[in-house]
C-alpha cells in the first residue's frame, strides 16, 4: 500500500513539473528589440558577434525574446549607432566605443587605448578590474548599459599606398583610422579620417586617402584594402585588444525580466570569447593569401613606434587635466596596466619570445 501510494505521489509530482515548465515559459512576456550594427553583413567575423548575441538570446528564451540585427546603414549610419541607442531609435546595438571620441574621449577605455591592454588584458581589466564598472557609471550619463560583446585581438597597423620608413613621413598622411589613435597620429603631422567599414575602399582606391587601418588579414581581405595599397603594416600599437560593446538602452534594459537580463549578459560574454577564437583562426590562413597575392609585410619602423608611443601618453596627460570623467577611468586604467604588465612578463612574454624564435625542434 505504501508503495502504490509512493508511486502515485512521484507520479503526481512528475505530471506537474511537466506542467509546470511550460506554463512558466508561458508567463515570461515575449520582447522584440532591434539591433544597429556598425558593420556590414559581408564581415561574418565581426558583424557576426550580434548575430551570435541573438541567437543565444533567443534559443534561452525558446524565441520569446528576439533580437533582430540591422547592419550599417540599414537603420541609421554605422558611426551613429550609440546615439540611436542612447535616444531608444533602437533598442540595442553593436559597436566599438572608440568611434564617439568625438563626444568624449573617455569613451575609448572601453574599446582599446593606444599602446594599451591586449585582449587577455582586456577582458580581465573589464572582468575582475574594475573596469566594466567604471565604464557602467561612465555610460549612464549616455542613458546606456553597455556588455563585452567581441574581440578581434591585436589588429594590424594597416594598408599603405606609399612605404613609412620615417616619422616624417606621416607628415600629411591622410589615413583612415578608429578612436584615440587619431588625435596620436595628428601630433606627428597626419590627417586623420573617420570613415564606416563600408566606405573605405572607394576612399583609398580614388586616394582620397592615403592609408587605412581596419581589423586584421580576414577582415581587410574581404574589403579588398590589398587591390588598391601593397604595404601591409604591423603592428596596430592603437588596438592591442580592442573590445566590441553590445549597448543597450537604459530603459528598456531595465523594463527586461530578471531572467532576460542574465541570458543576454551570458550571451554578449560567450559572443565576446567566441569572436576572438574566430579571429584567431581566420586569419592566419588569410595572411598567407594576402602575402601571396603581393601584399608586402612590414613592421613599423622603430623611431614610428617611439614616437606615436610617447605622442600617445602625452596626450593622455594633457586630457586628464581638463576631462575628470577621463581622470577617474585614466588614472584606475593606468594602474590596472602598469601591474598586469609587471605579470605578463614574467610567465606569458616570457614563453611567447622563446618559442615564437626558437627553431623548430629536430624530428627522430
Excluded at 57 to 67: L, P, R, W, Y
Excluded at 190 to 209: N, R, S
Amino acid at each position: 500500500m505504501k508503495r502504490r501510494t509512493f508511486l502515485t505521489s512521484a507520479g503526481v509530482g512528475v505530471a506537474a513539473s511537466t506542467v509546470a515548465a511550460p506554463a512558466i515559459a508561458q508567463s515570461m512576456p515575449e520582447v522584440r528589440w532591434r539591433c544597429a550594427s556598425s558593420f556590414p553583413k559581408s564581415l561574418d567575423t565581426i558583424y557576426g558577434g550580434a548575430e551570435e548575441v541573438a541567437k543565444r538570446v533567443s534559443e534561452a528564451t525558446d524565441g520569446k525574446f528576439q533580437i533582430r540585427v540591422f547592419a550599417a546603414g540599414e537603420i541609421v549610419p554605422g558611426l551613429q549607432v550609440l546615439d540611436a541607442v542612447q535616444n531608444n531609435t533602437v533598442q540595442c546595438g553593436h559597436t566599438v566605443s572608440y568611434y564617439y571620441v568625438g563626444k568624449d574621449p573617455t569613451f575609448a577605455f572601453d574599446a582599446s587605448m593606444p599602446f594599451g591592454l591586449n585582449a587577455r588584458q582586456q577582458m580581465a581589466w573589464m572582468t575582475h578590474g574594475g573596469g566594466l564598472e567604471l565604464m557602467r557609471e561612465f555610460f549612464k550619463g549616455y542613458n546606456i548599459v553597455q556588455f563585452p560583446g567581441g574581440n578581434t585581438g591585436t589588429q594590424m597597423g594597416g594598408w599603405f599606398r606609399k612605404e613609412i620608413k620615417n616619422v616624417q613621413d606621416l607628415n600629411g598622411l591622410k589615413m583612415r583610422i578608429g578612436g584615440y589613435a587619431g588625435k596620436v597620429i595628428s601630433k606627428l603631422g597626419a590627417v586623420p579620417q573617420q570613415i564606416a567599414g563600408g566606405d573605405i575602399y572607394p576612399a583609398l582606391e580614388k586616394g582620397t586617402i592615403d592609408a587605412t587601418e581596419w581589423v586584421g588579414p580576414y577582415d581587410d581581405e574581404k574589403l579588398g584594402f590589398y587591390k588598391v595599397a601593397k604595404y601591409y603594416y604591423y603592428p596596430g600599437w592603437w588596438e592591442g585588444g580592442p573590445q566590441v560593446s553590445f549597448l543597450t538602452n537604459i530603459n528598456e534594459y531595465e523594463g527586461l525580466p530578471k531572467a532576460y537580463k542574465a541570458v543576454l549578459e551570458q550571451a554578449c560574454a560567450a559572443a565576446n570569447t567566441s569572436m576572438l577564437g574566430k579571429y584567431d583562426v581566420q586569419n592566419m590562413d588569410a595572411l598567407k593569401r594576402l602575402v601571396g597575392a603581393g601584399t608586402i609585410l612590414k613592421p613599423f619602423p622603430r623611431d614610428v613606434m617611439q614616437a606615436c608611443y610617447q605622442a600617445a601618453f602625452d596626450l593622455y596627460e594633457e586630457e586628464a587635466k581638463t576631462n575628470e570623467k577621463f581622470k577617474k577611468v585614466y588614472e584606475a586604467w593606468r594602474k590596472f596596466r602598469d601591474e598586469e604588465y609587471l605579470w605578463f612578463r614574467v610567465a606569458e612574454y616570457s614563453f611567447d619570445n622563446f618559442v615564437y624564435t626558437a627553431p623548430p625542434p629536430k624530428k627522430g
